[in-house]
């Protein structure tokens, strides 16, 4: 099965996040199925890199789509997010679980870990279990097919919820899962629900932030309180 190629990733960021969900994460011989991703907008989305950060902005401004924005979260857990570009808007899919399903023996010795929920139970263990690290910052995710993202053989039913771990942005409902997965970094709560309403919209909605001052960087795209 081929992987998919840089037209997936010419959309907006809500319905690629969405749709990644079931797909299997490959990354030079290890991977697993995507369960949990949240999308993050260019453009008035307070919770994301570019709202801040001018090196955010210039790469999304130089970089193409399905390219990997990697990035130090708390000075310790690298993040894997990918470049969604083309759209009505751009902006990033953070990955943030796996379902292991190859190169587990190395996943295992990587994180010191040995039950496969261990392994990929959120953005940090998954970049760590399958070595991603800031070496791998620009690296195309459309160009090989030993990194990248495979098309589902049986796509999952898929919930929906607001991010976790930022404070702004907060009600937006951008954190999509596989319903029923144990593999995610955090267990939907009641106010999961079926993707609709501003969840389906192609373009993600204005968002207007309280805040007068930026948002500390480390706050962005969080993880949650385990590693």
Known sequence: MSPLRPDFFRRDPVTCARELIGMEFVWNGCGGI???AEAYADR??????????????????????????VYL???MHWLTNVLVKGGPVNGFVLIRALQPTRGIAEMRERRGKDRLIDLCSGPGKLSAALGIAGTHHGASLVDSAECGFFPA??????????????SSGVDLPWRFLAAGSEFVS???????????????????PQVKSKRK????PERAMDLPSSE
Do not use: M
């Open 34 to 36: 995507v369960v949990e």
């Open 44 to 69: 008035d989305d307070p919770a994301c890199h570019t709202f801040f950060r001018p090196s955010a902005r210039r790469f999304v401004s130089e970089s193409s789509p399905g390219t990997a924005y």
């Open 73 to 75: 979260n708390y000075g």
């Open 153 to 166: 053989a049986n796509p999952p039913t898929v919930v929906s919820g607001v991010r976790i771990g930022i």
């Open 186 to 204: 955090v267990k939907p709560r009641g106010e999961e629900r079926q993707p609709r309403d501003r969840s389906t919209r192609e373009a993600p």
């Open 213 to 216: 001052s930026p948002i500390a």
